[in-house]
């Protein structure tokens, strides 16, 4: 089966603009994820979706970050402003439902100069 | 507030060690313990544990839980080059199905 897909693989960008992120979860997973991966840590939840319902965006900085899971299929992950400390890797994931484990993308890696 | 913590942070071994990684965990209405290594990309999917005392097992790995001490151990025997990566373990919690994960054990493997 297909992974889970994820682009653009690299973006740079100065602090203050905009950048958006997208994933194709793998086909029939209702269980969506996005992680933000600081070099050195292991990753953060930012958001889970179920199907296109949030389930939990407890840790997203909502001033600055957003995210939107329409049709409960591909996700998109927007950060407007951006900051110099949101310079990580950011993974998406997806699951076929909440207890099972997740399919990690290859993420994007996010600079900020 | 919710914890995983991985020790030792890093490891460097040679091949045909055996190592031994550490999980410990504090976390409300625990409900399972994953581990992943992760390479130069994405974290792949090694083991689930649900249930203590029960040893999970592919090929060279192997990983038990326990429930009553709150950690996992990931055993790797006969280490190889290629297992030269960062391990990370991660617990879930019932309800909300949130993962957690620790900050990842760093091995290398030296030829």
């Known amino acids: 089966e297909a992974g889970v897909a994820q682009s653009p693989r690299y973006k740079i960008i100065e602090k203050r603009q905009s950048v958006a992120f997208w994933c194709n979860p793998i086909?029939?997973?209702?269980?969506l994820y996005w992680y933000q991966q600081i070099l050195g840590q292991g990753p953060k939840l930012l958001i889970q979706f179920q199907n296109n319902g949030v389930v939990d965006d407890s840790q997203l900085p909502k001033d600055r970050f957003s995210a939107e899971r329409l049709k409960g299929v591909d996700s998109t992950l927007k950060i407007q402003p951006a900051k110099l400390e949101d310079s990580a890797v950011y993974l998406c994931?997806?699951?076929?439902?909440?207890?099972?484990?997740?399919?990690f993308g290859d993420g994007t890696r996010l600079s900020i100069l | 507030e919710d914890k995983v913590v991985q020790s030792p942070l890093s490891l460097v071994v040679h091949e045909g060690d055996t190592v031994t990684l550490n999980c410990s965990y504090e976390v409300t209405n625990f409900r399972s313990l994953l581990w992943y290594k992760q390479e130069k990309k994405a974290p792949t999917f090694l083991f689930m544990l649900?249930?203590?005392?029960i040893e999970k097992k592919s090929g060279r790995l192997s990983s038990i839980l326990d429930k009553k001490e709150l950690f996992s151990i990931l055993n790797i025997t006969a280490t190889q080059t290629g297992d030269s990566a960062i391990y990370l373990c991660a617990s879930s919690t019932s309800g909300t199905y949130k993962y957690i994960f620790g900050t990842g054990t760093r091995l290398k493997v030296l030829a």
């Open positions: 649900t249930s203590s005392g």
């Open positions: 994931a997806s699951s076929p439902d909440r207890n099972q484990p997740q399919h």
């Open positions: 086909s029939g997973h209702a269980t």
